[in-house]
């Protein structure tokens, strides 16, 4: 599916650890001039704040899918944007019209959260409702629209699948049920950027970089066949 596509690594944006806003302007510059470019930006993190940047990169409407064990809706102090938090930020974009949120199950989606998800109206579909109601079900869930962009949080998998990432969930999706979603939602319109997420070093099998690896080969594959 990918054969004949013309790739090209523009390397590591500049970040400044202790001045996250200067990294945030930093990663919206590096996208534009990917964008301008009518480049496909392939972005990996990195943890998840990375994803509000890059969504203020574009100037289309938006649907964003976001696939994660947790709805990153908590209250975030004044001024600062982390992984726990972005979405509350994304969502106040004006070209960011729909946010739909895949995977999410466990005790740190807290009351809090759950509020805060609930201001911004996303659309929901758990973890738990995907093990008993099925992947088809889920699709149907995801309405078609004319631009989209997903965010892939390697935590939506589960632990036995995915140990290396920092916030692990039992409960989680096994590769086919995510593999099936990230192909499904690519026909449900135009698949314009991608990040994947919060992969870090702790597995050391190198079992979790390369699912996450496959899933994006599978993805980009169906979006740009």
């Not at 738990?128 to 390697?154: C, F, M, N």
């Amino acid at each position: 599916m990918l054969k004949g596509k013309h790739w090209a690594d523009v390397g590591d944006v500049e970040t400044w650890p202790t001045v996250p806003a200067q990294t945030d302007d930093s990663i919206t510059r590096e996208l534009r001039a990917i964008l301008a470019k009518k480049a496909f930006p392939v972005v990996l993190g990195g943890d998840h704040s990375i994803t509000f940047p890059v969504l203020r990169a574009y100037d289309v409407p938006l649907t964003l899918i976001h696939f994660d064990a947790h709805l990153d809706t908590w209250t975030g102090a004044p001024g600062n944007l982390d992984h726990a938090s972005w979405v509350n930020r994304a969502a106040q974009l004006p070209n960011v019209k729909h946010i739909i949120q895949i995977g999410m199950r466990g005790l740190a989606n807290d009351f809090e959260a759950m509020d805060n998800f609930r201001k911004i109206h996303s659309t929901l579909i758990t973890s738990e409702q995907i093990h008993r109601r099925g992947v088809e079900w889920a699709l149907s869930q995801i309405p078609k629209s004319e631009k989209i962009y997903i965010t892939l949080d390697v935590d939506v998998l589960d632990p036995a699948v995915a140990p290396g990432t920092g916030t692990l969930e039992p409960g989680g999706l096994n590769f086919f049920q995510l593999d099936d979603l990230l192909t499904g939602v690519a026909a449900k319109g135009q698949l314009v950027g991608v990040d994947v997420v919060e992969v870090d070093d702790r597995d050391h099998s190198g079992r979790t970089a390369q699912t996450a690896v496959r899933l994006l080969i599978d993805l980009l594959g169906a979006a740009l066949h």
